[in-house]
Every structure is written in C-alpha cells, then in structure tokens.
C-alpha cells in the first residue's frame, strides 16, 4: 500500500513539473563557458568547503529527531518512559504530520522576520526545550500524550525547507542545484554516525541520558553552522561561483 501510495504521488510530481518554468537564471546560464554541476570543485577552496559543511551540519537535528527519538518510540523510548501502548507507525505519522506543520510556519516566518538564520535559531530553540522535556518530564504520560510531543517534535524539527533554501542560496548558479540535491542526501547521511553514537553511548549509560547528549551535539552543531553562515534572505542570486 505504501509503495502503491509512494510510486502514485511520484508520477503526480512527474505531470505537474513537466508544466513547471525553467529558471531565467539556469537558461541564462546556457550561453556562458562558466563551469557547471562539479561537485569535487566545491572544496577546492578553503570557503567553499567550509560553507558546504555548514549547509549540512543545520540538517542534522531533524534527522536526530526523526531518526533517533521518533523511529525508536516503540522499542526504546516507551519502554523507558514507562509508556504502554506505543506504536512506531503512529509516532511516524504524527511527527511527519508535525513536520508539514513547521514547514509553512517556517517559510511564513522566514517572510515576516525576513531572515533565514532567525527562523532556524527559533527553531532549534523550540527542539531543546522538547528535548529537556522528553528526557526529564515525559515519564509517565499516557500514550495520546506521547503521540502529541512526537507532533511538536515534528513542528520543531520542521524547517526542512528553509534548510534547503539557505543551502541553496549559498552558491553561484552553476553550481546551485549541486549544492541543493547533494546537502539533504549527506544529512540524511549522518543519520548512520548519529545512531552510532546513540548506541554506543547507550552502553555506557541510559538510553535518555544517551539521547540527551547525541541531541545537544547535534543541535549545538547546527547552531554554530547556522552563525557562520551568512544570511541569504532577499539576496541576489543571479551570478555564478567560480570554480
């Protein structure tokens, strides 16, 4: 059923973006010898570099939510909180439905404070504060109550497309969609270190006090990458990177 779900919404994408305009700038583009799509030229300089790892280290909470306190619902966290009942597919469900949530929050934040950095600090604000809830205050709570904070969770943890915006405003237009495919599919990546961690540190103490440290790394992480990066709101991204 999820396949059949899937493989439908898929084709619908397909139809609607062969509708969709080409980018004045991408066209543009076309008649200049200016290098395009090379990867391996992004960290050819010490910037470059740098800017691209900051892109990705901003994902890196929302995978920690997604990956660690939502996935892990059933077989850990429940059982550690003391909360019967707990189903995976359910906590799933209401964080991603929370996700949506976040998403236009985020954009129509984005468009009131006119600034991108802004809106992800408010955001990985709101993650610690649940996070310092989850670990300390959630013990206890009946299910429908859990399945709520998996809701903020996943409005918190939802500014995804904002995520991507900055990544993608970052770099000249020849080297922009690169940059916009490649920096989901790294945080998404990480998801393997960050479990990793969760593990190995669950061996040496709870499964909480676990998830508390793997989750302020990763949001402290964000936080730094989020300061060195510069703000891109209204900014004019008609020009290519040299490479």
């Excluded at 989901?184 to 479990?195: D, H, K, Q, S, Y």
Aim: aromatic share 14%; charged share 10%.
């Amino acid at each position: 059923m999820v396949y059949l779900i899937g493989g439908f919404l898929g084709l619908l994408l397909l139809i609607l973006r062969v509708g969709a305009f080409e980018s004045g700038m991408f066209k543009t583009m076309q008649n200049h010898s200016v290098k395009k799509g090379d990867f391996l030229s992004l960290f050819k300089t010490k910037e470059n570099a740098f800017k691209y790892l900051n892109c990705i280290l901003i994902g890196l909470p929302i995978w920690y939510i997604i990956g660690i306190l939502v996935s892990l619902s059933q077989d850990v966290f429940g059982k550690e909180l003391g909360i019967e009942g707990i189903i995976n597919g359910k906590a799933v469900m209401y964080a991603y439905l929370g996700l949506s949530v976040g998403d236009l929050i985020s954009g129509l934040l984005s468009q009131l404070l006119r600034s991108r950095k802004k809106v992800v600090f408010i955001y990985l604000f709101m993650i610690v504060l649940l996070l310092l809830y989850f670990v300390f205050a959630a013990k206890g709570i009946s299910a429908t109550s859990y399945y709520a904070l998996c809701f903020m969770l996943g409005v918190a943890s939802g500014y995804w497309a904002i995520f991507v915006t900055i990544a993608s405003e970052q770099f000249g237009t020849n080297i922009r969609s690169t940059v916009t495919n490649t920096v989901p599919n790294f945080v998404r990546g990480a998801v393997l270190p960050i479990t990793t961690s969760f593990i190995w540190l669950s061996g040496i103490t709870t499964n909480l006090t676990s998830a508390l440290v793997v989750g302020l790394v990763c949001i402290a992480l964000s936080a730094f990458a989020t300061y060195n990066i510069k703000e891109t709101f209204a900014k004019d991204l008609n020009y290519f990177e040299t490479l």
